[in-house]
Nanobody
Framework: QVQLVESGGGLVQAGGSLRLSCAAS????????MGWFRQAPGKERDDVFE????????????YYADSVKGRFSISRDNAKNTMYLQLNRLKEEDTAIYYC????????????????WGQGTQVTVSS
């Protein structure tokens, strides 16, 4: 049974930093590309997940949404079965629930193409 567990969210002031982690189990971690998505307040009913970043199985290729490029950094430690998202220079509009996902079957930017999801971790950025 595949499990993805996010951690590291919290309340931070604008301009601050956080590091999110996604611990995986039940899958051959290094075989799977993974991604981070977020769901902003009020978007839960619309089932809208905004693409944030993605990373290849060996970590050699990383991709970012334009809105976070230069501020966020995705990485993974395959020995620890863990993926990370470093969030720097946070803005109020980064406030959201952040989800990790694994095993995209198609576009790495499309949430619907991912087979496995974590439960999410809340990031709140205050002014």
């Amino acid at each position: 049974q595949v499990q993805l567990v996010e951690s590291g969210g919290g309340l931070v002031q604008a301009g601050g930093s956080l590091r999110l982690s996604c611990a995986a189990s039940g899958l051959q971690f290094s075989n799977y590309p993974m991604g981070w998505f977020r769901q902003a307040p009020g978007k839960e009913r619309d089932d809208v997940f905004e693409y944030v970043a993605a990373i290849s199985g060996n970590g050699g290729n990383t991709y970012y949404a334009d809105s976070v490029k230069g501020r966020f950094s995705i990485s993974r430690d395959n020995a620890k079965n863990t993926m990370y998202l470093q969030l720097n220079r946070l803005k109020e509009e980064d406030t959201a629930i952040y989800y990790c996902a694994a095993d995209p079957d198609g576009s790495w930017k499309n949430a619907r193409d991912y087979a496995f999801w974590g439960q999410g971790t809340q990031v709140t950025v205050s002014s």
